[in-house]
């Protein structure tokens, strides 16, 4: 799939907008992904509920 190829973490780029637009919540797995992805801690990029910290930039580099 084109997604897998360009997108290290396979999630496809739909899913990762609709995170950073605020319609809908990253699941605990998607979290943990781009945390690792981005080499820091999930606290630092979500809430307790799954939702983008409005304080970070946007995630759509990967």
């Given at each position: 799939m084109y997604f897998?190829?360009?997108n290290p973490l396979g999630i496809h780029p739909t899913n990762?907008?609709?995170?950073e637009r605020e319609h809908?919540?990253?699941w605990?797995?998607?979290r943990r992904?781009?945390?690792?992805?981005l080499?820091?801690?999930?606290d630092l990029l979500f809430d307790e509920k799954g939702n983008l910290?409005?304080?970070m930039i946007k995630i759509n580099c990967l």
């Open positions: 897998q190829k360009n990762i907008t609709m995170v809908r919540r990253a605990p797995k998607l992904q781009i945390a690792e992805e080499g820091v801690v999930e910290k409005r304080s």
